[in-house]
């Protein structure tokens, strides 16, 4: 990380780079004096500011400004001695507002605020590779696929493991135990230490992009501007708002992302769980959606939701049972008696009796 410290004393800049080196590495310019023409290029570059508000001759808030011309990406920390400018420090969108002196304390609370995204100076929207494990494990970079051979059937299993735990340490015994359980230690070891070799070749076909870390007895996947399909999905539909009428359409657009059930073309032991736990949440939403139509009278709309529901999960009663009353309500005679007998053929290939209040209804219905 590059960091700038602007102060007119300099014991001050001395102070805080010390504080600042008791928390991390970093690449720190110092300055008493900064102009944003002059100092152009050093601005662009850098990642940080810390920025005293009262200097000699520039008022530190105005000096701020001229900087986020320069470079809109640079993250800003006021510091002073003063809290008079609080409200003016964030109305310049600052990170953070230190007292002076500064304590090693205050600051990692600032250094947690730190907009990972701007840091990278990338945008959300462009430049990005999107990976997609609905079904098969495809790659897009701005927008192209890109065709990747994996060395080993492992070393694609080994890759999308990583990529479910990415930003999260992977312990070596726990890779060892889950994909190699039948190899003597020393040779399940060095099995993995040459797939993971090979999944770092492969993955430099997208410079930075994806990282395998070597972190103590473990790894690391690090993703910059990378979006995962599912994990895209499960967090737009958790941060939704209520649905209605009104909001419905956010969901069909949210529920696009899923296509297919996670890595449903992989027979990983590991994903069935994982597969197991987003279906459910698929097939709640999407039941969901279905009565929020039903309830606006939109059958034609609800209907596709639960034959959707009733194709993916054909033992779903709530789904089924809905679909049956939708067609009475039609008059489409033939579909109800071709849905009740689909549950029912499903149900028990389960071994399971068909709810007692859905057998009474069609029995009622056929009378």
């Known amino acids: 990380m590059k960091i700038i410290l602007v102060d007119d004393e300099a014991l001050a800049l001395e102070f805080l780079e ?96 730190l907009d990972i995204r701007k840091i990278l100076k990338t945008d959300p929207t462009s430049g990005t590779l999107q990976i997609s494990v609905c079904g098969n494990l495809t790659f897009k ?11 080993t059937a492992k070393a694609r299993e080994i890759f999308l493991f990583l990529l479910h735990h990415s930003g999260m340490m992977v312990r070596k015994s726990e890779l060892v135990e889950i994909h190699w359980p039948d190899l003597e230690l020393e040779r399940a070891f060095s099995q993995l230490y040459t797939t993971v070799y090979n999944i770092r070749k492969t993955l ?13 007895d473990g790894y690391i996947l690090i993703l910059k501007n990378v979006i995962v399909d599912i994990v895209k999905w499960e967090e737009e539909i958790t941060n939704a708002p209520p649905i209605h009428i009104e ?4 969901y069909e657009k949210i529920m696009e992302l899923y296509t297919d059930a996670y890595l449903n073309n992989y027979d990983y032991l590991w ?5 197991y736990r987003l279906e459910q949440l698929w097939v709640k939403v999407a039941n969901r959606i279905g009565n929020c139509y039903e309830k606006n009278n939109c059958l034609e709309e609800a209907v596709k939701w639960y034959v959707k529901i009733c194709n993916l999960k054909p033992e779903d009663e709530r789904a089924n049972f809905s679909l049956m009353k939708m067609y009475a309500k039609l008059e489409y005679g033939l579909l109800v008696n071709y849905q009740y007998t689909q549950l029912e053929k499903a149900l028990k290939e389960l071994d399971i009796d068909i709810n007692p ?10 009378k």
């Open 271 to 275: 994903a069935e769980s994982i597969r």
């Open 141 to 151: 970079q701005d927008g192209n696929s890109k065709f990747i051979k994996w060395r």
């Open 247 to 250: 909001t419905i359409d956010i």
């Open 357 to 366: 209040d859905i057998k009474k209804w069609y029995i009622d219905w056929k």
């Open 204 to 216: 430099n076909a997208f410079g930075n992009h994806l990282t395998v870390k070597s972190v103590q």
């Open 18 to 113: 010390l504080q600042i080196n008791k928390i991390m590495d970093a690449e720190i310019t110092k300055f008493t004096y900064l102009d944003p023409k002059e100092h152009k290029k050093v601005i662009q570059d850098s990642d940080l500011v810390f920025l005293d508000i009262e200097m000699p001759g520039r008022n530190g808030l105005e000096l701020a400004d001229k900087i986020v011309e320069t470079n809109p990406h640079l993250q800003i920390v006021f510091i002073t001695a003063f809290n008079e400018y609080a409200v003016e420090a964030f109305e310049l969108n600052a990170l953070d507002y230190i007292l002076k002196p500064v304590q090693v304390a205050r600051l990692e609370k600032t250094f947690e605020r």
